[in-house]
């Protein structure tokens, strides 16, 4: 299984570090040829959104990953990564890789001294640390989406098809679920599209 | 980047910078201007602050605590505390752990990051020497805590002591460098970056982003020089994108050589 993570603004190297500890193989995207490679997953990390939009842009890489993701990719999106995945911003006409029936909120709990860190529940996972940095939330979605975890009142993950999105930043705690999880979709895609292959033990 | 108006603010923006350091006057004016350098007036900031979407940093005085009490007040993303500005006080830094905005500040040497980190500080940034588009000083900052460091992993347990006491550090921060091989914070290039080439050649040297102060705004095409040195710093390590960012510029900032200036900056806040 190897996973790639895009890698052009923004908190990859943390992703990247989840993955080694998961023993997972990895490699940074930064131009369309590191497209190359066999890519089983995708990771869209956090970071400025506008940025990793505008250089998704530049760099030729927005056609090629969103044909990939269209083919069934499975990826998963943390905080900047979801509103890139998201099919609607709120108060903005540009969308980048829109990919799952949500709407989100940017910066939703304001500036910097905004941002905080909890715990609460994740669906099938139980209650997991939850960092939040200038973090958005979902605002609606549509009915194939699925809420995965929620914070005061507000839907942070949610899931549909191949596409996983959390408002919060799992790679900048210990906990290793919430990646276990998105792998866990991996291998099913996986394992629909070679059957033979052997399961990967995540533990 | 570093800037001094909305309008320059939203063209850092649209280019792709992932934050913005609202100033009054750039790094290279101050240089030139002379006379004591203070913390922004707030009005200006928050101009800023309305102008743009990303995360809007300003400076204050070294051992400035009101300044940084200021900035908190209004709610800014970061707080620099910068030797840019002229020192509030001769020995202490701010109490960083009693803020809850994140704060990044300047260090020459492994001793100056880890007194920094064990005051509070979220990030540091390589002093430089700002406003001289000169990139001797980063890289000279940035070979000496990366070299540090290469030692520090090198020693035994038993040596860690000693070396605290060399470097006047926290035994605890020295010792968690000395088994992770790295700053517990992030650690960015800053001070005399001008051209794509310098941010790469920061990045190639260990730095995990830059910060570009009077380089944009004082060369000829600040639009198309800040979109080149946003992809560099990503493309760092492909000189065939490094060769077309750097092609057709226009003018990059003058510039000064380190032989050619009175004040120091680096040299303040130890």
Redesign the interface.
């Known amino acids: 299984m190897r996973i790639g993570v895009l890698?052009?603004?923004?908190g990859f190297?943390e992703h990247i570090s989840m993955l080694k500890a998961l023993h997972v193989d990895s490699f940074e995207i930064?131009?369309p040829s590191h497209l190359d490679k066999e890519m089983d997953g995708l990771i869209l990390p956090g970071?400025?959104s506008?940025?990793i939009g505008?250089?998704l842009n530049?760099?030729s890489l927005l056609d090629p990953l969103e044909t990939l993701i269209k083919g069934g990719l499975p990826v998963f999106g943390t905080c900047a990564g979801m509103i890139l995945l998201a099919n609607s911003i709120e108060n903005s006409s540009s969308t980048y890789l829109p990919s799952i029936g949500v709407t989100v909120r940017?910066?939703a709990y304001?500036?910097?001294?905004g941002s905080f860190h909890t715990e609460g529940n994740f669906s099938g996972i139980g209650v997991v640390p939850m960092t939040f940095i200038?973090a958005p939330y979902i605002v609606c979605m549509d009915e194939e989406v699925r809420t995965l975890a929620m914070v005061g009142g507000n839907i942070i993950a949610a899931e549909s098809h191949n596409i996983l999105v959390t408002s919060f930043h799992p790679e900048l705690t210990a906990d290793l679920r919430v990646h276990k999880y998105f792998l866990r979709k991996v291998q099913k895609q996986l394992s629909l599209s070679c059957p033979g292959q052997q399961n990967y033990p995540l533990g | 980047m570093d800037v001094t108006s909305p309008d320059q603010a939203k063209i850092a923006e649209d280019s792709g910078a992932c934050a913005v350091m609202a100033l009054e006057r750039i790094p290279a004016d101050i240089r030139a201007a002379g006379g004591v350098s203070r913390m922004s007036d707030p009005q200006m900031v928050r101009s800023i602050q309305n102008a743009v979407s990303i995360p809007v940093m300003a400076k204050v005085r070294i051992g400035h605590f009101v300044e940084a009490q200021i900035l908190q007040a209004m709610h800014i993303d970061f707080i620099d505390e910068s030797e840019v500005l002229s020192p509030a006080d001769d020995s202490l830094h701010i109490n960083k752990t009693t803020y809850n905005v994140p704060f990044v500040c300047g260090a020459k040497d492994l001793g100056e990051a880890l007194r920094r980190i064990s005051e509070g500080a979220s990030m540091i940034r390589t002093k430089g020497e700002p406003g001289t588009g000169d990139i001797i000083q980063a890289v000279r900052h940035i070979r000496l805590i990366d070299k540090q460091i290469r030692e520090i992993t090198g020693m035994r347990d038993d040596e860690i002591f000693n070396a605290a006491k060399n470097l006047q550090v926290s035994y605890d921060l020295l010792y968690e460098a000395h088994k992770t091989g790295r700053l517990s914070v992030v650690n960015f290039a800053a001070g005399g970056v001008a051209t794509p080439a310098d941010a790469a050649l920061m990045m190639q040297l260990g730095a995990e982003g830059v910060f570009v102060g009077s380089g944009i705004f004082k060369s000829g095409d600040p639009e198309k020089r800040a979109r080149a040195i946003v992809k560099a710093v990503t493309n760092y390590n492909d000189p065939d994108i490094l060769y077309e960012l750097s092609s057709g510029l226009g003018e990059a900032m003058v510039g000064i050589n380190e032989q050619e200036i009175q004040l120091l900056m680096a040299e303040r806040g130890k």
């Open positions: 890698s052009l603004q923004g190297v930064r131009n970071g400025e506008t940025v505008r250089l530049e760099t940017r910066n304001g500036r910097q001294l200038r």
